[in-house]
Every structure is written in C-alpha cells, then in structure tokens.
C-alpha cells in the first residue's frame, strides 16, 4: 500500500533540524543586550524629554513566557510541541489532526486560510496548533501569536469596561498581527446547561466577534482551539460561528475520544 503522503510528509519534519532540541531559557535567563533584562529601554523625544517604553527585543518574549504561564504551559515546554513529536499512534482521532495539519502545511500560503481543532479535553488540540505555528515560523519565517483566552480575554474586558483607547491599544496587537493562534476559545465562558453554553458575559462576547471580524475582514490567519463544537459556537452566537468556519475551511476537524492526560495517571 502507498504510504500516506502526509506522513511523508512528517518524516521530512523530523529530519529538520528542530529549534525546539536547542536548550530553552528559563524566564530569569532572558537577558537582553538592549535592555539589560528590564525589559525597558528608555526613548529621547526631541524636546529632550524622556521616558520608557517596552523593550522591542525582548517585550514580546516576556509576555508569551506570561501568557503560557497563566493557561497551563511550562514556557520550557512551548517550543517542544512541535509535529515531529505528536503521537499520531495514541488514536484515530489524533492520526487525522496530524495528517490534516501536515496537509495544511503543505498548502499553506501567507494570509490564507487558518486551522481549526474543536472538541474534548485533552485529545492534542492545543499540541497540534502550537506545532503548526512553530512550523509557519521556523519553515516559512513567519511570525506567530499566541492568545491564551482565559489569561487575555478578562484583561480586554477590564479595558473595554474603561477607557476607549485602552481598549484600542489592548486589541490592536490581536487584530492585526499575522498567525494568531486563540487557544481554548470560549473557556469557563458562561455555564454549561443541558448541553449548551449559556449565560455568557455580553462584553465578553462582544470583544470576541470585535477580534474574529476584525481578522476576518483583512484575511489575517488565525488558527482556532476550543473544547465546543463548532455547531455549538455557532448555536452561541451565529455570525461568530460563520465567520470562524469561512476563516479555517477546508482545514477544521472535531475530535472527539478520551482525555489523554488522564491516561497519565
């Protein structure tokens, strides 16, 4: 029988030399010749005033070490869910995620369309986005983000509920950034009734649709994990669920199975 070309297409990907087998530094170990590891360089304006703004080397380091930290990420770790290290043995269900984002991969064009993984809890979903976004930075020198929902949603929402141009500032970054990767959509949003979600923070849903419209609009790649299904999104609010579907097609996937990590313990 033929081997699988997407699988073919993973052997190349372990072949790689892999940024991920290079040692990881520790957060307190983000040094920084720009800065000195303050993470703050000071600006001259004309007038001779001074002040401080972010670093622009190492800023960004910072707050993904933060974001992955406040959802359940060792930062150590981030860099080594790549695609060559998903078990696409440990299911059915986890052999179609991986051939599916190898086939992503494959076609991927900048500004296309993004990745989809809706379903239960631990089943690889979070995995298989994070390896593709290494694989757009590391093969197609592309940047990535990562918004973890549950570390950055209550933040927009305490902006939004203040000044407007916090809140402009506060979303400006995920609005327009390339390869934005929003990890566990919806989590802990509302309550769970008779199978739906319900009772969801109106502000909440309202910054939502404000980041995916905006991406939508401009065709900016976002990439997309929940524990919802996306008929469940779209039965929550329905132009969120559509634009979501038009952003990620043909490359969304339910999963369904057993919790992986539980089978840990």
Known sequence: ?????????LEKLKKMPLREEEPVKKEDDLHCMTCGGSGWVPVVEENGHTYMKHCPDCYEKRRLRARLKQ?????????????????????????????LACKYLQNHKKNGPGFG???????????????????????????????????EMPNLVKAARGFDSDYEEAMYKWKTCDNLYIDDLLKLSGRMSKGNLVD?????????????NARYVNNLTTLFSSE??????????????SRIYDMIKPYGIGVSGANERLRRI
Not at 1 to 9: D, L, P, S
Request: aromatic share 12%; charged share 30%; with cysteine.
């Open 200 to 212: 969801t923070d109106r502000d909440e849903m309202r910054i939502l649709f404000d980041l995916v």
């Open 71 to 99: 959802s359940g990420i060792r930062p150590d770790d981030y860099a080594r869910y790549s695609l060559s290290r998903f078990d696409p043995n440990r299911s059915p269900e986890a052999r179609k995620m991986l051939e």
């Open 1 to 9: 029988m033929e081997e699988n070309i997407w699988f073919k297409t």
């Open 228 to 241: 919802l299904s996306l008929n469940e999104i779209t039965r929550i609010d329905g132009a969120l669920g």
């Open 117 to 151: 993984a809706f379903g239960k809890a631990g089943t690889g979903k979070t995995h298989i986005c994070i390896g593709i976004c290494l694989e757009l930075t590391k093969r197609f020198k592309e940047p990535h983000f990562y918004f973890a929902y549950r570390a």
